[in-house]
């Protein structure tokens, strides 16, 4: 039985090479052995959460309690595409990092599939859903019902911590009553008015309501759609406070659009996000150009925790590191759906207004393994056969001085397939290129290249990369701008280069290179 076993799995693997060989696109493969499907599971990311199996979209259904980070997803158990067997299976952590799998908690019932929501702790008991039994606190799901063209919002509360949950016998709590997109409630307490508000997608805005026991709903306005924002429906709202550390305060509204081929920023699905004023009726943005959460084209749908600790004192966001154009294309072994990894969002100053900046959470620190560092002053630096690199998951820190030169160039790959992030001085733009990262042909939209606009202020510029076999989200200037985007290469990368053009080789281009392999579960 042993010996045909190994048979069985050495014709699989000789079959999936031949079929990658048949696949394989313009590009020769050298001889070249790191195969990187070795596996069915190998496009499997070590650190960031994906599904056991099946399909995996929007984040959903986030909060924090008990020492523990709590998070849902929209999830098909059947298969591993997007359709009508919409479910929500959650997951929690403790660290951000390694995820405990608690099931499917919501199926669909006779008001229609599952559609995304939020979740918070009534550490008062406004509902009163919490049971006698219970010597902790209630929890509530708001979430949208979906049968067909009917959206409605439905309530789940749980008593024992979040491990089982109970639909509201009276659901659905808000409806409009009629046809048309009305999504993705997010919740928030709002203290001046000792209110719950809610935010509901509608279309093309925003629908705020308020309540005092996140039962009976009182619409309080719209925002929207009298403000810049790209064409396609609005989605996935998040409403919160956020403080810059010099102690000024905005209110931010975050809305996913689901736009056409050559929407959003780079086309696709995109974030954007707004900052103003919340008076606990109406949001009011200060300003009426597009902000973009993240230059990248795979980052949607991404909402924060609720629930945090003051004394933790972060906002923290993750999101679904898919588009929507292709996200039922890509290659799959049984699953399908990566969320981004987590992030601490902070306010900052940048010029004369204020904006959001993203970082990886810093609990990443405590999960690294081995590290190669760097230190490097001319104008290229080429490191051929990391180890760390072949694993495929790590972190790449730099600090680059674009100061004295024209173009720079970071190249990931091995013999034949790369992924390259370039900056352009003269077009002050940072660009991300995977037409020849792998695997590339189920999609014209994942071909095209990745822009970010990005004029160098201060010469030494820090970049912070990660890579997690099939994704790399890039942090530049400690967040001031994300981009994040997946990719599937054939075969395992091993090589990083980076190079310069148009300036001094001795002007200190490189300042170091720093490689950590990032450990999973």
């Not at 390694?98 to 929501?117: C, F, H």
């Not at 089982?164 to 046809?179: C, E, H, I």
């Not at 790209?230 to 931010?252: R, S």
């Not at 056969?385 to 790590?394: D, L, P, R």
Request: proline fraction near 4%; aromatic fraction near 12%.
């Amino acid at each position: 039985m042993v010996r045909m076993r190994r048979i069985f799995f050495w014709l699989f693997g000789l079959g999936l090479l031949v079929f990658m060989s048949c696949n394989k696109g313009d590009d020769p493969i050298d001889d070249q052995k790191d195969i990187v499907l070795e596996a069915i599971d190998s496009y499997r990311p070590t650190y960031h959460l994906t599904p056991p199996h099946g399909w995996q979209s929007d984040p959903t259904g986030m909060v924090y309690y008990n020492g523990r980070f709590h998070i849902c997803y929209i999830h098909n158990p059947s298969a591993p595409v997007h359709g009508g067997n919409q479910h929500w299976r959650k997951e929690a952590s403790s660290d951000l990092m390694y995820w405990e799998d608690q099931g499917v908690i919501l199926e669909p019932d006779d008001l229609g599939r599952i559609s995304s929501g939020s979740a918070v702790v009534d550490k008062e008991n406004t509902s009163g859903l919490k049971s006698e039994e219970n010597d902790g606190d209630v929890m509530v799901i708001m979430y949208t019902s979906n049968a067909g063209s009917i959206q409605q919002q439905s309530l789940a509360f749980s008593n024992d911590g979040g491990d089982t949950w109970t639909k509201y016998a009276q659901n659905p709590v808000l409806s409009l009553g009629r046809t048309g997109a009305f999504r993705d409630p997010k919740l928030m307490w709002y203290e001046p008015r000792q209110r719950w508000i809610q935010s509901v997608a509608a279309g093309d805005r925003i629908k705020i309501y308020s309540s005092e026991n996140l039962i009976d709903w009182v619409f309080e306005s719209d925002f929207g759609p009298d403000v810049e924002a790209v064409d396609g429906v609005w989605e996935c709202p998040d409403l919160f406070y956020i403080q810059a550390e010099d102690g000024v305060g905005k209110w931010v509204m975050i809305v996913s659009h689901g736009g056409n081929i050559d929407g959003g920023i780079n086309g696709g699905s995109s974030t954007q996000y707004y900052i103003g004023d919340f008076d606990g009726y109406t949001f009011t943005p200060e300003h009426n150009d597009i902000l973009w959460l993240d230059f990248g084209i795979d980052n949607y749908a991404g909402v924060t925790w609720s629930g945090v600790p003051e004394e933790d004192g972060r906002r923290i966001h993750i999101g679904w590191m898919g588009n929507w154009y292709y996200a039922s294309s890509i290659p799959e072994n049984g699953w399908r759906g990566t969320m981004t990894f987590p992030r601490e969002v902070s306010l900052r100053k940048f010029s004369d207004r204020y904006l959001l900046a993203f970082n990886p959470v810093s609990e990443l620190e405590d999960h690294l393994g081995r590290q190669e560092v760097y230190e490097e002053t001319s104008g290229s630096i080429s490191i051929e056969g990391s180890e760390i690199i072949k694993t495929g998951s790590y972190r790449i820190k730099t600090i680059l001085n674009l100061g004295n030169i024209l173009s720079m160039s970071l190249k990931l790959g091995n013999e034949s397939e790369r992924l390259t992030l370039q900056y352009d001085k003269s077009s002050e733009q940072f660009i991300l290129r995977r037409s020849a990262s792998g695997v590339t042909d189920f999609n014209e939209l994942f071909i095209r290249d990745i822009k970010a606009p990005y004029k160098v202020i201060d010469q030494n510029l820090p970049i912070e990369i990660l890579v997690d076999k099939t994704s790399i989200e890039v942090f530049i200037n400690n967040g001031e701008k994300v981009m994040t985007a997946s990719f599937f290469p054939r075969y395992k990368y091993n090589s990083l280069h980076i190079t310069s053009s148009g300036g001094d080789e001795s002007s200190g281009f490189i300042q170091y290179i720093q490689i950590d392999e990032i450990l999973g579960v």
